[in-house]
């Protein structure tokens, strides 16, 4: 099965501990689709963006050890994007993208998460890191006007995942 990845499943190494089996087939650009933080990474549509993107070939077991980590389907659903291989087909991988309560919920994410991308990126021949820096920055500006119109609470600020679910930021 073809999975794209655009946060902290970029990162080999991280990968290969979630995913012993789950092969690296190169990085790839999401066409219509902006990167942004809610604390931790996820996508949303836009039709003037380009993200970078990491395209695996996993397992069923690898989907099943990612479903955790992702906190399906409480926090992300899955979905199937379109997108242009580099040998120019096209093809359909499953993405996660987050869904239900704290889906509008951005917010900055943390230095060690960030950076478990940024090095995702190089490990994919992304040495651009400006979408990264960029979602950041728009979810602090988020942040702050939350604060400024009495919107932000502490439930804003806190791990966007259900109690008990075996996943995280690193």
């Known amino acids: 099965m073809l999975y794209v990845a655009y946060g902290s499943n970029m990162n080999r190494r991280q990968m290969a ?25 996820d996508i949303e549509p ?4 380009l993200t970078p993107a990491a395209l695996w070939e996993i397992t069923r077991s690898c989907e099943r050890a990612l479903d955790t980590y992702e906190g399906f389907p409480h926090l992300y659903i899955k979905e199937r994007l379109p ?22 919920d951005y917010g900055p994410a943390s230095n060690g998460y960030l950076a478990s991308i940024a090095d995702g ?10 979408p990264l820096r960029a979602a950041q920055v728009d979810a602090i500006s988020a942040m702050r006007r939350a604060e400024r119109s009495g919107r932000l609470d502490d439930a804003a600020l806190s791990p966007p995942w259900a109690p008990g679910l075996a996943f995280g930021c690193e």
């Open 83 to 104: 997108i242009a291989l580099p040998n120019g087909r096209r093809a359909k991988p499953m993405a996660y993208v987050m869904s239900g309560p704290r889906q509008r």
């Open 121 to 130: 990126y190089r490990d994919f021949g992304f040495d651009d890191l400006a």
């Open 17 to 41: 501990r979630r995913c012993p089996k789950a092969r690296p087939l190169g990085g790839i650009w999401l066409e219509g689709w902006r990167l942004v933080m809610k604390c931790v990474a």
């Open 46 to 49: 836009d039709p003037h963006a």
